[in-house]
C-alpha cells in the first residue's frame, strides 16, 4: 500500500515532525510541481491567456469606463472570494480515491468541456461574465488541489523557503508570457471579430484543461510517496474549521498577506493612466505587465537560495522594507517608453518579499488544513485586490491623478512592517532545512 492510499485508512489524527529530501528528489519535485503551476497559470480563467483580452473587449468594443471595468472584474471574481471553501472541501474529499489527483482529473475535465461550450456562446457583457463565473467554479477545485499539496510538501519536509520561490518562479513564466500575449492578441484578434477572438482563446483554455486531467494520470513517486498522513478519516469538518479559527499563526500572516495585495490603483487606474494620459497602447499596456511580472523572477531565484542562509523572520522584514516604496517611481515616470523601463525595478523590489510572504502561509497553515489555508490566502488576494482596485479607481477618477494612488499604495505597503511583529518568533526563527 502506497503512502498516498494509507491516508485512506487512518482514524487519528497524526503529527508529522518535518524531515528533509535529498537534493535529486527535491529537483523532482519541483519538475513536477512546476509544469503542473505552469499549466494551471496558463489555463486559468480569472488570469491566463483570457484576462488580458477580455479586459480590453471590455474597454474597446463594449466602451465600458474604468469603474464599469473594475465592477466586471468584482462581480467575476465572486467564486474567488469563497476560494477557501473550495480548498476546504479539498482537504476533506477524496475523489476516486486519488485525493489531489483525483481533483486534477475530474475538474480538468469539467473545466475543458465548460471552456468548449462557452467558445461558442455568442459574445456579450453577461456571456462574458456567467463564462468567467462557471469557469472559475470549476477551476478552483483544480487549483485547491495543487495549492494544497505544494503546501503539504513544503511543510512537511522543511522547505517552505524553496517550494515559495519555484512557485513564484514558475508562476511568474507563465505570467509573462499570456500578459505578453494577451496585449499583443487583442490587437491582431480584433480584425477576426470579438466573438471569434474569445472562441480562439476558450478552445485554447480548452486544450491546456484537458492537458492537466491526463496529467493527473501519472503518479510520481518522488512526490506522492512523500507526502505522509496528517489528518483522520473520521474527522469532523467543524471541528476542523474550530482549529482553523483557533490557529493563531494564520492571523498575521493573513494581515501581511492583505496589505501586500490591497495596493489600492494598480490594475484598472493604472491601465487608465498609462492608455489614456501617456498614450499606451493595448500592447505596450501588457508589455508593463509582462515586464513588471518578469522583473520578479530574479529576485524569487534569491529569495530561493538565501532563504537556506537566513531565518524567515530576516528576509520578511528586509523584503518589506525594500518593497515600501515598491510604486514611488511611477510619480517620474511621463512617457511610456520610460513606463516600460519603469517596470523592471518595481518588479525587482517585489520579489524577495512575496517570496517571504508565501514562504510564511505555508509555514503557518494548521495541519491538514493545508489546502483551506492556501486558498484562504487567494481569497484575501482577490476580495482586497478588487476592492483596492475600486478603491484605486475612485481615487483615481477623483482626484485625476494616479499620484494619489502611488501614494496609498506606499500608506498601506508601510503597516506591513509593524504586523511582521505579531508572528509567533517561533514560527520564523530558522531558515529553510532547519529543524529544532
Avoid at 528528489?25 to 503551476?37: C, D, N
Avoid at 463564462?131 to 487549483?143: D, E, K, Q, R, Y
Avoid at 497602447?281 to 542562509?309: E, H, M, V
Amino acid at each position: 500500500m502506497t503512502t498516498i492510499d494509507r491516508a485512506e485508512t487512518m482514524t487519528a489524527d497524526v503529527a508529522v515532525a518535518p524531515t528533509v529530501l535529498s537534493g535529486p528528489a527535491r529537483r523532482k519535485i519541483f519538475l513536477y510541481l512546476g509544469i503542473l503551476i505552469l499549466m494551471l497559470a496558463f489555463g486559468s480563467p480569472a488570469g491566463g491567456l483570457i484576462d488580458i483580452p477580455i479586459s480590453f473587449l471590455l474597454k474597446n468594443k463594449l466602451h465600458l469606463p474604468a469603474h464599469e471595468v473594475a465592477g466586471f472584474r468584482l462581480i467575476a471574481a465572486i467564486p474567488l472570494y469563497l476560494a477557501f471553501a473550495f480548498g476546504f472541501l479539498r482537504d476533506i474529499w477524496n475523489p476516486f480515491g486519488m485525493r489531489d489527483r483525483g481533483f486534477m482529473l475530474l475538474f480538468g475535465v469539467i473545466s475543458a468541456l465548460l471552456y468548449v461550450v462557452f467558445a461558442f456562446i455568442p459574445i456579450s457583457y453577461l456571456a462574458l461574465l456567467v463564462a468567467v463565473i462557471v469557469l472559475t467554479v470549476s477551476f478552483l477545485f483544480v487549483s485547491s488541489a495543487q495549492n494544497g499539496l505544494t503546501a503539504v510538501i513544503g511543510q512537511q519536509h522543511a522547505m517552505t523557503g524553496q517550494i515559495s520561490a519555484a512557485w513564484n518562479v514558475f508562476l511568474s513564466v507563465p505570467t509573462f508570457a499570456a500578459l505578453l500575449a494577451g496585449g499583443a492578441l487583442s490587437g491582431l484578434l480584433e480584425d477576426k471579430g470579438s466573438d471569434q477572438a474569445v472562441r480562439i482563446l476558450f478552445l485554447v483554455g480548452a486544450a491546456i484543461m484537458f492537458s492537466v486531467a491526463a496529467y493527473a494520470l501519472w503518479r510520481p513517486g518522488d512526490v506522492y510517496d512523500n507526502v505522509r498522513v496528517e489528518y483522520a478519516d473520521d474527522r469532523h469538518p467543524i471541528a476542523d474549521l474550530k482549529r482553523l479559527v483557533r490557529h493563531w499563526p494564520i492571523y498575521p500572516a493573513m494581515l501581511i498577506w492583505l496589505l501586500w495585495n490591497f495596493a489600492p490603483g494598480s490594475a484598472t487606474p493604472l491601465q487608465y493612466h498609462l492608455q489614456n494620459a501617456l498614450h499606451a497602447s493595448d500592447a505596450q499596456w501588457g508589455q508593463w505587465n509582462a515586464i513588471f511580472a518578469a522583473s520578479f523572477i530574479p529576485t524569487f531565484i534569491i529569495y530561493g537560495i538565501l532563504c537556506r542562509k537566513f531565518a524567515l523572520r530576516t528576509l520578511l522584514v528586509w523584503g518589506t522594507v525594500i518593497a515600501v516604496p515598491q510604486m514611488v517611481p511611477l510619480i517620474f515616470i511621463h512617457s511610456v517608453t520610460g513606463a516600460l523601463i519603469a517596470a523592471v525595478p518595481i518588479g525587482l523590489m517585489g520579489g524577495i518579499a512575496t517570496g517571504a510572504y508565501l514562504d510564511l502561509i505555508m509555514r503557518s497553515c494548521p495541519r491538514g488544513l493545508q489546502g483551506t489555508t492556501l486558498m484562504l490566502a487567494t481569497s484575501l488576494y482577490y476580495v482586497v485586490s478588487r476592492f483596492g482596485d475600486l478603491l484605486g479607481t475612485h481615487l483615481y477618477d477623483h482626484f485625476g491623478s494616479f499620484d494619489v494612488c502611488v501614494i496609498a499604495i506606499t500608506a498601506v505597503y508601510a503597516l506591513m512592517l509593524p504586523a511582521i511583529w505579531l508572528v509567533p518568533k517561533g514560527l520564523i526563527a530558522t531558515a529553510d532545512g532547519q529543524i529544532v
